[in-house]
């Protein structure tokens, strides 16, 4: 008497090789050069003196914390600090461009409520 036995097709095995691939996949492309802080140093422009401190205000628009600082309002300091590097390498931008398409730099500019009277 000849014995069938039914298969089962690897479905767990082949849901798991592209549950990896998708994670190699997003780890790779997103993860290490667009999220994880970059540090930078520059020169600042220092905006108030404390306590602490200076805080002085970065080309990027950042405010920094400068201890031990020993100038005025108005003087140039070197920082070094951290930054996201998908400020810097402009992936931020371009996600930004591709998700709202639609959207110009005109349209950015305009203010107010938008309703017609």
Do not use: H
């Amino acid at each position: 008497m000849q014995q069938t036995t039914d298969k089962k097709t690897p479905q767990l095995k082949f849901a798991i090789i592209i549950a990896a691939a998708v994670s190699v996949a997003l780890i790779f492309t997103i993860t290490p050069w667009n999220i994880v802080p970059t540090q930078m140093s520059e020169d600042v422009a220092v905006i108030k003196v404390t306590d602490y401190g200076c805080v002085g205000e970065s080309s990027m628009g950042r405010s920094v914390v400068v201890s031990d600082c020993d100038a005025s309002v108005g003087d140039i300091v070197s920082a070094t600090f951290y930054i996201p590097a998908g400020e810097i390498n402009g992936y931020l931008e371009e996600l930004e461009k591709r998700q709202n398409p639609m959207v110009d730099s005109w349209d950015r500019s305009v203010s107010g409520i938008g309703l017609a009277p």
